[in-house]
């Protein structure tokens, strides 16, 4: 709600002007307003009860919007960590194809060589030679296949920290929900008490001109 | 006066005033309720709380606004989510036909069109079934784990073939059926786990796995030692032909494998690539529940505020009412 200072004649501040009616929880966006902050004033009364009042709002207010703060924070960094989790899902399945052409290929090329290999003379130099490079080609794919389940392991580990991480930020961004929420409250209850103590003094007033 | 001419003139109706006519098209004479204008409201306060009152509804109406639309996301997110996971599941092989329940399905589909005489049929039926199997990837996973058996099979078949060709014919027998066995044993017992299967410990199988493959690989040296070009004789040359075919078969299939074991790389990286779209999706109607459910808590919040807001004015308003009529007796 916007403030609505000048609507009493008398100094005193209306207890629905210091709520914020028009900020849905969570928004994050502040209205900024050209009068003076009405808990300001309040705290100039002199009035010890409004001036208590108005200390509360006050910290319920900065508490308020701290938390709003840190919820904003948590939930961008769990935000992160989800995309990051996602990213690297997506770059272990390019790992995988990337692996299984180089092991599958290598695996295709020994088996040629040892096809190559048994066309030959047994005894001639050329079929050893295809022989062996049969055998270095069937060794490096056992290797690369070792290499590539290793890589997997990495990446799972990578994938595994991304989701604790935004799990912990989701965590603490609902707390940080709930401390604003707590937050309203407090604040609430501050108008509330305020509210009444104004109307308390309002009916005294009275009293008191219907008297004299 | 001029009645006669007034009855004369042709009769032009009158032009409503704007106040009576009705705003939304009910049928109602009176002014929308709710607005701020009029004679109605020309006191500052009751403006003010009409004013606190139309603000409230337009919030409560933006509120149900938002949360439809963040609902719409939701649900499109959910959409994505189970097509991820309808993705994932087909790259896994959920459902999808074997080696042999493909070849088995090829060939009863082209046999009964073929028995029908429907050639054509046949044709059809068959590509159909070859491109369902190449898609398949349980078929994939089949012909890679059978691939890589028959080269197995063959390497050990092929390395016995040349122990026998090497030793010669003499005490080939004995040598070459035990390096053949001891060595087939520990294969199966590596691939099957049959040790296990019997009750024994995994441990003890391991170590009987080692012990034979080491034992194979002694009886293998032992005839390379004791052999001599002078004993190989017929089943020498038999054994090196053997050898060949047996290297040739492994040659092949190891090709066979690696083009299915590419395949099935394919296949799992895809199945990778849908579980990371279900995983955003579900992220997505995370973040969009959330975001729901703190606007649903700020409509709340914000009809509560303000309906303690117009309780407030309508203190004040009473409050300055009163004061009016004290202020008015004391005149009086």
Known sequence: MSVINGVLTSNQVLPAELEDTDQPAGTGSVAASLLPDPTT?????????????????????????????????????????????????????????MDAVM?????????????AGSACDKDSGEARMLDAN??????????????????????????????????????????????????????????????????????????????? | MTVGAVRMSPIVAAPLPAQSTPASGNGTLLPTPGTSTGEACNDAMT??????????????????????????ARDAANEEENQALAREQKADGDGSKGFFASVGGLVHDVSSDVLKLHLVSAVRDADSDVVAAANSPNFWKDVEFGATKVAEVAAIVGSVAESVATFGAGSVGAVAVTALVLSSASMAESDCHVLERCGVSA???????????????????????????????????????????????????????????IRNGYFAADAQDASADATHAEARQESIQQVMNMLLDGIKDASESNKRALQSLQGAMQTNAQSLVVAGGRIA
């Open chain 1, 41 to 97: 004033q309040l705290l100039a009364t002199g009035d010890p009860a409004s001036m208590m009042a108005a200390l509360m709002i006050r910290t319920a207010q900065d508490e308020r919007d701290l938390s709003r703060q840190t919820e904003n924070t948590e939930s961008a960094i769990q935000d992160q960590q989800e995309k990051a989790q996602v990213t690297a899902m997506h770059q272990k399945a390019n790992e995988m194809r």
């Open chain 2, 47 to 72: 403006m003010l709380y009409t004013v606190m009152s139309e603000q409230g509804s337009l919030q409560m109406k933006n509120g149900e606004t938002s949360v439809d639309a963040q609902r719409t």
């Open chain 2, 203 to 261: 441990k003890a199988a391991m170590y009987i796995d080692v012990g034979c493959s080491l034992a194979a690989a002694a009886v293998g040296g032992y005839g390379a030692a004791t052999s001599s070009a002078e004993k190989l004789g017929t089943l020498a040359t038999a054994a090196k032909a053997v050898g060949s075919a047996m290297q040739t078969a492994d040659g092949a299939a190891a090709m066979v494998s690696g083009g299915a074991h």
């Open chain 1, 134 to 212: 049969s055998k270095l080609w069937g060794t490096g794919r056992d290797i690369l296949t070792q290499v590539g389940k290793a890589d997997e392991q990495d990446a799972d580990g990578n994938i595994a920290a991304f989701e604790h991480a935004a799990a912990h930020a989701g965590r603490a961004a609902s707390q940080a929900y709930d401390s604003e929420r707590d937050a309203q409250k407090l604040l609430d209850s501050a108008v509330d008490f305020y509210k009444e103590y104004s109307s308390a003094l309002g009916q005294a007033k009275s009293a008191a001109i219907q008297r004299t």
């Open chain 1, 103 to 115: 092991t599958g290929a290598m695996g295709m090329a020994a088996g040629a060589l040892s096809v």
